[in-house]
């Protein structure tokens, strides 16, 4: 199992990075990243702290730690550019925290994220079809989640990066170690909203392939 999108204690996970790490390892995971929640406020702070961690700690502890950063309602209209300052911090995967039904995050969020090449788009919500197509275009994965809440809108995204074409991938995020789902359960969860399992496998696949990209940067 692969997951993109995990929070520490540098925002508002429960865990410091290295027992995130650890418990997710203990879970049965392959490689996380560590995506904290970020705005122009603190980027400068979590993401070099996080990334230094990463790279020492990862050899030692048998998975794959990748220092990332979740962009969270940051205006649309400056999305570009804190994509921009996220990866010259060091970030290897920028994911943004998408319209999900559950919270008040702007519209045109989505369509932001997208244009300004981010990797991992977040509980995308009803997210629309031109967005999608968008998505595939630009090589950027949709975010089928196992959260309460935020997965409520799972199947119409599925639907859609199936009919256009997108790729996705399956992430917990992850604010405590029980959203540290198994392998069981996420795989139900997957399958639940109507994911094959053949997509449920590529989506890994194409996990995989961008935590890979994300180690040589």
């Excluded at 929070?7 to 879970?27: M, N, Q």
């Excluded at 990797?119 to 919500?125: I, R």
Aim: aromatic share 4%; net charge negative.
């Amino acid at each position: 199992m692969i997951d993109l999108h995990t929070h520490s204690s540098f925002s508002d996970g429960e865990l410091i990075p290295a027992e995130l790490a650890r418990r997710a390892k203990v879970a049965g995971y392959r490689a996380i990243a560590i995506t904290d929640h970020a705005d122009a406020s603190n980027m400068d702070f979590v993401l070099p702290r996080v990334a230094a961690m990463a790279k020492e700690y990862s050899i030692y502890m048998d998975i794959v730690v990748v220092a990332g950063v979740e962009l969270t309602h940051v205006p649309p209209g400056l999305m570009e550019q804190e994509v921009r300052r996220a990866r010259a911090l060091g970030a290897g995967i920028v994911v943004v925290h998408g319209e999900t039904i559950v919270e008040p995050v702007e519209t045109g969020t989505n369509l932001a994220a997208i244009e300004a090449g981010v990797d991992v788009l977040a509980h995308p919500g009803l997210i629309t079809a031109e967005e999608v197509r968008l998505a595939a275009e630009k090589g950027v994965l949709l975010e089928i989640t196992t959260r309460a809440g935020h997965g409520y809108t799972n199947g119409h995204v599925l639907a859609l990066a199936r009919a256009h074409g997108a790729k996705m991938v399956v992430n917990n995020d992850a604010h405590a170690p029980r959203d540290l789902v198994s392998a069981e359960l996420r795989r139900k969860i997957a399958l639940g909203c109507g994911m094959t399992p053949e997509e449920y496998r590529q989506a890994d696949v194409d996990a995989w392939a961008l935590v890979s990209r994300s180690l040589y940067l």
